[in-house]
């Protein structure tokens, strides 16, 4: 059941794979009441938790004051906290499924969204009257209210010519939002695409889970795609100038010297390496800080691991590992992790399939673990995988 309220639909569940991609996604922002379990609530991280992660320096941190819209940069001290005082502040740490496991499990609620895009879980604590105005994001967000409560005023429209206030670190609008004003308490769940404008406002010292996707600009894909190939001294090919004639003498480059300069790039794109590339693309980590070489410092042999399993361990995906999984055109498939890419044949297919919907398995109730153990000890020593007793 759907109750619309103009733009903003209010939903009884979170909606079905189909209905998400035909009425919402990039179309329709939506709330949900209630859509988030108490208990998984409950394991979320705290203010007192998230304060001690932003003094940590791997973690990306923000301090933005009402008062006068400055926005401080972590790591922070307690001494910061200690002087927070009033005007109402807010405080933002991103990246937090990285930090604390139970936080990650909030990604467990929104399997029917493309989570190879998925970018973090940015946490937001903010005490009364708090809030960093009003704003309109390049990509989509699920806004999931944990403890206290909090107003979102959401534009009735997608806005492309936004205008800002000057002089401010922040960009905020410069126009109140005409729009719907919601109230959300502890569980509830609202959708917003990219360019609706929205701002939410702290009635109560609150918590709010922002779990944002990525947005890469086009010159973001070409330019990481442009250094992949640069690593890879047999894809990175040159222009010779082969087939240039007389119309491209002098300073004129012919209509068909362009083409074939187009062709270069079209079969850049074309190869099985793109695929591969971005496999790995999409599950590398926006925040430099956070080490991207996943190889564990005590891997273990293949003796190791095998005796492991046998004798009942089951094998888990943490939640918080990012896995993007694309048909190869070599008739096989790329399985990104943290940058790096590994085929899968058809045979391991069922197994990572299996392992991808993020509960334990052990040999007993999936006995094929056995017959891929090459690829399960090489995604575990990546930390892709953990062992679960």
Not at 237 to 254: P, T
């Amino acid at each position: 059941m759907s109750s619309s309220l103009g733009t903003l639909a209010t939903l009884d569940a979170l909606p079905t794979i189909v209905d998400f991609y035909a009425h919402y996604w990039n179309k329709r922002p939506f709330l949900v009441r209630g859509a988030i379990d108490q208990a998984v609530m409950e394991g979320l991280i705290t203010p007192d938790e998230l304060a001690g992660l932003s003094m940590e320096e791997t973690a990306r941190a923000r301090m933005v004051s009402r008062d006068d819209w400055t926005c401080r940069f972590g790591p922070f001290t307690e001494e910061d906290f200690n002087t927070a005082g009033k005007p109402s502040w807010s405080l933002l740490v991103q990246d937090v499924e990285q930090f604390h496991p139970d936080t990650a499990t909030l990604l467990r609620a929104f399997k029917f969204a493309p989570r190879w895009l998925m970018d973090d879980v940015m946490v937001s604590f903010s005490t009364k009257g708090g809030t960093i105005g009003g704003h309109v994001d390049s990509y989509h967000v699920f806004l999931v209210q944990g403890q206290g409560a909090r107003r979102w005023t959401i534009g009735r429209e997608a806005v492309m010519d936004e205008v800002y206030i000057d002089g401010l670190d922040l960009k905020i609008l410069k126009d109140p939002i005409d729009g719907h004003s919601v109230e959300v308490t502890s569980g509830d769940v609202l959708y917003i695409p990219p360019h609706f404008a929205h701002e939410g406002t702290t009635l109560e010292d609150a918590l709010t889970f922002s779990v944002g996707f990525l947005g890469p600009k086009l010159s973001e894909l070409y330019g990481a795609y442009g250094q992949y190939l640069a690593e890879q001294e047999g894809l990175d090919h040159r222009y010779e100038g082969e087939g240039l004639s007389a119309d491209s003498a002098g300073f004129s480059l012919s209509a068909d010297a362009v083409e074939t300069l187009r062709d270069h790039l079209n079969r850049a794109l074309g190869t099985p390496a793109f695929s591969e590339w971005l496999a790995a693309f999409f599950t590398g980590s926006s925040n430099e800080d956070i080490d991207e070489d996943s190889e564990r410092d005590d891997t273990l042999s293949l003796a190791a691991f095998t005796e492991a399993l046998q004798a009942g361990a089951g094998l888990i995906k943490p939640v918080y590992v990012k896995f993007a999984l694309i048909p190869s055109p070599k008739g096989t498939y790329s399985l990104g992790i943290n940058r790096q890419t590994f085929d899968i044949n058809d045979d391991a297919m069922a197994v990572i399939l299996t392992l991808m919907k993020e509960d334990a398995v052990t040999t007993d109730d999936t006995p094929a673990l056995l017959d891929h153990l090459d690829l399960l000890l090489t995604l575990y020593n990546h930390q892709a995988l953990e062992f679960f007793n």
